[in-house]
């Protein structure tokens, strides 16, 4: 069984999120986990933030339906505790 950032196990249907920054464009996706595989953990989107440089970001169209990521990188996520903002881009819960 494969570990979050925190140390604990993932659990699939629980949510988790990650972040990823390039070249002054970061970006965090909220997902529910789904599937384990080889290479880390299948995420099926719910909701991702863009931000370019220095601005607050805002709500992006999720691109792809999943993501697999390496569990190391996923931090849990309770869904009451993510703002309104946030849940206007979260669907189908």
Same mark, same amino acid.
């Given at each position: 069984? %494969? *570990?979050?950032?925190?140390? @604990?196990?993932?659990?699939?249907? @629980?949510? +988790?999120? +990650?972040? &990823? ?7 965090? $996706?909220?997902?529910? /986990?789904?599937?384990?595989? %080889? #290479?880390?953990? #299948?995420?099926? /989107? ?13 709500? &992006? *169209?999720?691109? *792809? &339906?999943?993501? #697999?990521? %390496? /569990?190391?990188?996923?931090?849990? $996520?309770?869904?009451?505790?993510? @703002? /309104? ?5 979260? *669907?189908?819960?």
């Amino acid at each position: 069984m %494969k *570990k979050d950032a925190l140390g @604990n196990p993932v659990v699939m249907g @629980n949510c +988790y999120g +990650y972040s &990823q920054s390039t070249n002054g464009s970061s970006s965090v $996706v909220i997902g529910e /986990a789904v599937n384990e595989t %080889k #290479t880390g953990i #299948t995420l099926r /989107a719910l909701s991702k933030l863009r931000s370019i440089y220095s601005d607050e970001g805002s709500s &992006q *169209k999720i691109d *792809k &339906q999943s993501v #697999t990521v %390496k /569990a190391i990188h996923l931090f849990p $996520v309770n869904l009451n505790d993510v @703002n /309104a903002e946030m849940h206007v881009a979260i *669907k189908d819960l």
